[in-house]
């Protein structure tokens, strides 16, 4: 809709400024019209991500990478010297204070940085691109290799010799008669070699 009345803006304000139509009240002056043209391009990023999601290639580990690239796009735009309009200005602020939030939100669930890190296009590699602390980094390794020793070393075991799967046990339980399971060697070695590779070897993957 702000697109379209951009592109009609002669017409518009011709229509506008008639008295005998009585739209006088809703006439746009010049700097008005500058910030509808600066909303709507700042709105774009938006539009894009929400389209985006939309369809239905979209997975788990496009999340973070989405929100960084709004988050450095606000980023950007809310800089010192960036001739946007005030309100422009302080409407982006508060959008980023509010990805923000959401993004904190993503620390709850390791479920996002393992999707990252498990995807063979980013691996570890995309968060050192994204020059993520290096704590940051360790806390995402270490959710993938806990998770993993926990939950599916040992059936990686059991199929790799024919046993038949059993039930999954929780940890709970696992813990109440000492029987937690000891990490595959073999198995903690590919978790490691699937680490070391770069994200672009791991392209040729999917």
């Known amino acids: 809709m702000l697109q379209v009345a951009l592109e009609y803006r002669m017409a518009l304000d011709t229509l506008c400024s008639r008295r005998e139509h009585g739209l006088r009240a809703f006439e746009l002056s010049s700097e008005e019209w500058e910030i509808a043209r600066e909303l709507?391009?700042?709105?774009?990023?938006?539009?894009?991500?929400?389209?985006?999601?939309?369809?239905?290639?979209?997975?788990?580990?496009?999340?973070?990478p989405a929100m960084d690239h709004i988050d450095m796009?606000?980023?950007?735009?809310?800089r010192a010297g960036n001739?946007?309009?005030?309100?422009i200005?302080?409407?982006?602020?508060?959008a980023k204070k509010t990805l923000n939030r959401y993004y904190k939100l993503s620390d709850?669930?390791?479920?996002?940085?393992?999707?990252?890190?498990?995807h063979p296009a980013h691996k570890m590699q995309y968060f050192q691109n994204a020059h993520w602390p290096a704590t940051w980094i360790k806390n995402a390794r270490d959710m993938v290799h806990k998770e993993f020793e926990l939950s599916y070393a040992t059936n990686a075991d059991d199929n790799m010799n024919g046993t038949p799967p059993t039930r999954k046990r929780s940890l709970c339980e696992m813990a109440s008669d000492g029987s937690l399971p000891a990490v595959s060697q073999t198995c903690r070695a590919r978790l490691h070699i699937w680490h070391a590779d770069s994200c672009s070897l791991g392209r040729k993957y999917l």
């Open 108 to 118: 709850m669930s390791a479920t996002y940085r393992i999707a990252m890190v498990l």
């Open 83 to 87: 001739n946007l309009s005030p309100s």
């Open 40 to 64: 709507c391009e700042t709105l774009k990023i938006f539009k894009d991500a929400t389209l985006f999601f939309s369809r239905d290639t979209p997975n788990l580990a496009m999340v973070i």
């Open 73 to 78: 796009y606000l980023t950007n735009c809310t």
């Open 89 to 94: 200005s302080s409407a982006l602020r508060l």
